[in-house]
């Protein structure tokens, strides 16, 4: 038995983590302030290296059974203006957050993880301990306060498996769940100064647009709407953090990437040999917390840098032009754009 590994925070990256310790026989607790199943807002879109982390901890087979719907294509919206539908480089998996979290909390408990819900963490982030809260609050970010919201809805036809639909001061995708169902997910930006409107509203799109249209029929679960605010978007170096941290609570990859699931199950697996090393007593705390920030900024850095310049493009008019008509002319940019945040 070795030493206990304590994680604070029970979503992707926290839940993975857990069950790839208790893989390895270390011992782990951990505490989530909410419960299960639950809805979290989300894109709900799996793609990239994330997909290897699943495999490795044979995970895979268990999600496609959960309902796990397999994408291979997308399409981009302008208020007026669409791209042809693109093959995605790589496959994606598509689940709804309240089916996953649920089956990786199974997952870990399972494997003899100790799981403690309802329980909000008060006692700081010392030795063996991983913060794995989710995003880190920014009230305002030059300027602008940015927010997230979350539904599901059925009645809805889409042309891809994924669509992202592009706006002045947002954007919003839209992918195909289990059960004819869609999530529709969106980022939004406002003043301080500007109206707060119904979040259903601002998901339905501007009047007049593309969107608008498409969810002009829509049914959505009201009981599946979630908003999260004070989201930050600035890249973070996992080496200047005094935690251990992982997922968002390291760093937030623009939405709009399609690749923040992937981010949380990979920095979850970059942190498993320096914690299973401080676990048997192989590596002080100082060394598997430096080891963790070294192999996230490595991995992660190039990626982030890479969406933070493709997230300022799209909310420029302009940006959205040249970047639709690149992705539906060139194959071959579309494939450069997408692998330099994957």
């Known amino acids: ?43 709900e879109f799996i793609n990239g290296r994330g997909l290897e982390v699943l495999d490795d901890l044979g995970l895979t087979e268990k999600l496609l059974a959960a ?21 995605l480089p790589e496959p994606a998996l598509c689940l709804s957050r309240f089916v996953l979290d649920h089956l990786l909390a199974g997952e870990f408990d399972r494997l003899g993880g100790e799981l403690k819900t309802g329980e909000r963490w008060q006692n700081g982030f010392g030795e063996g301990i991983v913060r794995a809260t989710g995003r880190r609050a920014q009230p305002v970010e030059d300027g602008w306060r940015w927010f997230g919201l979350k539904a599901h809805a059925r009645n809805v036809a889409l042309v891809a498996d994924l669509e992202m639909h592009l706006g002045k001061n947002n954007y919003v995708g839209i992918c195909r769940l289990a059960d004819d169902e869609v999530n529709i997910c969106g980022l939004f930006r406002r003043r301080a100064s500007d109206p707060v409107s119904n979040g259903f509203d601002r998901l339905r799109g501007e009047t007049g647009s593309i969107l608008a249209g498409r969810l002009a029929r ?44 992937s981010l949380a199950f990979e920095s979850a697996q970059l942190a498993v040999e320096p914690l299973t090393a401080f676990s048997r007593g192989e590596l002080d705390w100082a060394g598997a917390r430096r080891a963790v920030g070294r192999r996230c900024d490595e991995r992660f850095l190039r990626r982030l840098a890479w969406a933070a310049r493709l997230q300022s493009a799209l909310f420029s008019s302009l940006g959205q032009t040249v970047l639709l008509g690149l992705a539906a002319r060139s194959d071959w940019f579309w494939r450069w754009a997408f692998g330099r945040t994957r």
């Open 218 to 261: 829509a049914q959505f679960d009201q009981s599946s709407f979630c908003s999260v605010a004070g989201l930050s978007l600035r890249p973070q170096h996992a080496s200047d953090q005094s935690e251990c941290r992982i997922g968002d609570a390291l760093t937030m990859i623009p939405p709009v990437t399609g690749n923040g699931m």
């Open 1 to 43: 038995m070795g030493k206990a590994i304590q994680i604070i925070g029970g979503g992707l990256a926290g839940l993975t983590l857990g069950i790839a310790l208790r893989k390895r026989d270390v011992p782990v607790t951990m505490f989530e302030a909410g419960d299960y199943p639950r809805h979290r807002v989300c894109g």
């Open 67 to 87: 309902g796990a719907i397999r994408a291979g294509n997308a399409a981009f919206f302008t208020d007026r203006s669409r791209s042809q539908v693109l093959k």
